[in-house]
């Protein structure tokens, strides 16, 4: 067993690694209990308001179909401005478009996150508009 060490304010702190360990361990066991993995990284840990749901259902009823490919399977609203970046535009309905998270294509991964969940794509609703167009093009050529 080994020491970590830091140093935080001007103050040296020590502690074993074997305690950081379990630290982390029941950080990440706490996390689980009320977010997924997926939520977690989408939100970066921070706790969603409660008027959330509510907004979230109201939209995709609205809103049932991506914007990019037209599914209506695994549907989810995805924030222009990422949560995690400006929580006040969480309940922003001008900040949200619907994106699919389907097995075999995720749009929102893809489109909306660049393949990341730390990213994020400012030009979601143009680029949207581009592909869905470019799908339904490639739809009468096969």
């Given at each position: 067993?080994?020491?970590?060490?830091?140093?935080?304010?001007?103050?040296?702190?020590?502690?074993?690694?074997?305690?950081?360990?379990?630290?982390?361990?029941m950080?990440?066991?706490?996390?689980?209990?009320?977010?997924?993995?997926?939520?977690?990284?989408?939100?970066?840990?921070?706790?969603?308001?409660?008027?959330?749901?509510?907004?979230?259902?109201?939209?995709?009823?609205?809103?049932?179909?991506c914007?990019?490919?037209?599914?209506?399977?695994?549907?989810?609203?995805?924030?222009?401005?990422?949560?995690?970046?400006?929580?006040?535009?969480?309940?922003?309905?001008?900040?949200?478009?619907?994106?699919?998270?389907?097995?075999?294509?995720?749009?929102?991964?893809?489109?909306?996150?660049?393949?990341?969940?730390?990213?994020?794509?400012?030009?979601?609703?143009?680029?949207?508009?581009?592909?869905?167009?470019?799908?339904?093009?490639?739809?009468?050529?096969?």
């Amino acid at each position: 067993m080994h020491t970590v060490s830091w140093t935080m304010h001007g103050q040296r702190f020590y502690i074993q690694s074997l305690t950081l360990h379990i630290i982390n361990s029941m950080f990440f066991e706490l996390i689980n209990r009320f977010l997924s993995r997926d939520e977690y990284l989408k939100t970066l840990g921070l706790p969603r308001s409660s008027e959330w749901r509510v907004v979230r259902e109201k939209w995709l009823k609205d809103h049932p179909q991506c914007a990019v490919c037209g599914s209506t399977k695994d549907v989810v609203p995805h924030h222009i401005v990422p949560f995690h970046v400006d929580p006040s535009l969480e309940l922003d309905l001008n900040n949200l478009i619907t994106l699919c998270e389907t097995k075999s294509f995720n749009c929102h991964l893809f489109f909306g996150h660049f393949k990341h969940w730390t990213r994020s794509n400012p030009n979601i609703k143009i680029d949207a508009e581009y592909w869905k167009s470019r799908l339904k093009e490639n739809e009468h050529n096969f």
